[in-house]
């Protein structure tokens, strides 16, 4: 092929090298073979449409006698794949882009070259060069390891059966990486509410959880691609958490991370979409019903050229490997950042209710995390409160221990309670307490009344207080005032009758019968 006999040995390493992916340029460094000459030997190769193990099991002779001139047939394959090896860059460009197939870029191709190769030569050219351009790795999935997740890009509809409108509906779809069993199921939206409750669905129908779930770069379960550190969306991360499973994002613009799901979209638009999109569906679970019954299908049809199906493959290498569900399914937890109050309460603005947090936070920010059943008050990731959510409004949940000593006392004040300590003086008090609220109107406003009575206690002692109950009691007259009195001026130590309350007769007291 050229004018100087070239070494076989030099042509083995071209051709190896060629295999590898080098470039002309590459090669031709490595052998010190001429640039054009290692393009001709080239030609040489590819229009022979060998693969080089085939070549390398061939001796010195055979590799000579297959590297022969052959002249003008050879001008003639030189020529023609020097025309398209220039259009092989631009045409891999073109195949990304939306609607453009390999027929459309041949069909371009024969009408500026109408000598050019046949369809399927051309093919096998532009797949061997897309090849050499991009490599790939072969993934081995190991049992039970990674379930990977997606949204496809066609959407599903449901139609609304009084207005008759057509809604688009997303379809989630996740795969086993050994079984490749599969799930799809349509859902609302692509919000994180519903891809964690798709999530746990997909748990449940494999029977377990995985080592690690593989997403998709969505804002719902990444809140910040990355190559190296990808930031992990807190819902998310939380629900991984309650499962025990471990979020391992694909990267960016990176679709071979994920080619499973990604071909399983590919495939359940065969499988699946034809099947359900034969008639309208007025709500997402009739339109699920449909998809699960086209899905048993999908996940029982043996693999082609096999004689085994997904859902075999499955029970026979991937269901003991998955670890056991939780006892309780996830809640997906809301989210609010609220100020804490001066009266130590923070408003759940959802209820309009309001809930107590340790008297030493007020004025700071603090985040809740809420769910039907419970809410939680964080501050800098430390939870510093928990109540039992109550969806009164205006109302308020109220923990004695986050109260302030003084605020304390007084959320302890009832009826009951001052009766109560005042039965632990003597039963002539707790008469005299019980007297003081009835007097009243309502019990709170004999409260102050009856909290100053008790800490009389501290001036004179138990027996003061009782003989001064004993005396104001005696009057009629009920209240902290007389107490009070009665104790300033000594008067419980008086043992006569205290005659305030009778009237003696005398000629100039009218009486009665002088007003009528």
């Known amino acids: ?25 590459t090669i031709s460094a490595h052998t010190g073979i001429a640039r054009n000459t290692v393009k001709k030997y080239l030609l040489r190769f590819v229009s022979l449409q060998l693969t080089f193990d085939h070549i390398d099991k061939l001796n010195d002779h055979e590799l000579e006698q297959l590297f022969a001139d052959k002249d003008k047939a050879e001008s003639i394959v030189a020529e023609r794949y020097v025309d398209l090896e220039a259009l092989l860059p631009q045409m891999e460009k073109q195949l990304k882009r939306k609607g453009i197939t390999r027929l459309v870029l041949w069909e371009q191709y024969r009408q ?22 991009q490599p790939v790795m072969h993934m081995e999935h190991k049992a039970g ?63 377990g959880t995985p080592a690690a779930v593989v997403p998709d770069n969505l804002k719902s379960a990444v ?14 991360a939380a629900f991984a958490e309650h499962y025990n ?49 086209a899905l048993e299908l999908h996940n029982n049809t043996p693999f082609k050229a096999r ?30 950042v609220v100020t804490v109050m001066k009266n130590g309460h923070i408003c759940l603005r959802a209820d309009k209710h309001y809930y107590s947090v340790p008297y030493k936070y007020i004025g700071k920010k603090v985040k809740l995390l809420y769910t039907s059943a419970a809410v939680e008050v964080y501050l800098s990731y430390e939870c510093i409160a928990v109540h039992k959510r109550d969806m ?27 009766i109560a300590q005042a039965g632990q003086i003597s039963t002539e008090v707790a008469d005299y307490i019980t007297k003081v609220i ?33 005396r104001a009691a005696s009057y009629g007259n009920y209240s902290y005032r007389i107490i009070e009195d009665i104790l300033t001026k000594n008067l419980d130590h008086d043992d006569t009758v205290d005659q305030a309350g009778y009237m003696p007769d005398h000629h100039n007291i009218r009486g009665s019968s002088y007003y009528q």
């Not at 496809?152 to 490749?180: N, P």
């Not at 471990?246 to 990176?254: D, E, G, I, K, T």
Request: charged share 25%; glycine share 4%; hydrophobic share 35%.
């Open 1 to 25: 092929m050229a004018n100087k006999t070239i070494d076989m040995s030099k042509i083995r390493l071209l051709l190896r090298l060629h295999a590898q992916g080098y470039g002309k340029k």
């Open 145 to 207: 390891d990674k379930l990977f997740i997606d949204f496809a890009g066609d959407k599903l509809h449901v139609t609304d059966a009084e207005t008759g409108e057509v809604q688009d509906v997303e379809v989630f779809v996740a795969i086993l990486g050994c079984s490749q069993l599969t799930y799809v199921e349509a859902v609302q939206s692509q919000k994180k509410e519903d891809l964690i409750k798709v999530c746990e669905h997909a748990f449940h129908y494999i029977g």
């Open 307 to 336: 004689d085994y199906s997904r859902r075999q493959q499955f029970d026979e290498l991937e269901k003991e490997t998955l670890s056991p569900l939780p006892v309780y399914q996830y809640e997906v937890k809301q989210q609010a």
């Open 392 to 418: 009164r409004k205006y109302q308020y949940t109220t923990l004695v221990d986050h109260l302030a000593s003084a605020h304390r006392y007084k959320s302890e004040w009832s009826a009951a309670w001052f």
């Open 245 to 293: 499973v471990v979020v391992l994002p694909a990267r960016a613009y990176r679709p071979k991370d994920k080619a499973l799901v990604e071909g399983a979209v590919k495939l359940i638009y065969r499988s699946i979409y034809p099947k359900v999109s034969e008639q309208p569906y007025t709500s997402l679970e009739a339109l699920n019903t449909a998809i699960w019954a």
């Open 223 to 236: 809140t910040r691609s990355s190559r190296y550190e990808p930031k992990i969306n807190e819902a998310f």
């Open 438 to 470: 009835e007097s009243k109107q309502h019990p709170e406003q004999a409260y102050k009344s009856c909290s100053g009575i008790l800490s009389l206690v501290r001036k004179g002692g138990n027996e003061r207080l009782i003989r001064a109950c004993c």
């Open 112 to 133: 500026n070259h109408p000598d050019g190769y046949s369809r399927s030569h051309f093919n096998q050219l532009l797949q061997d060069y897309m090849g050499r351009s």
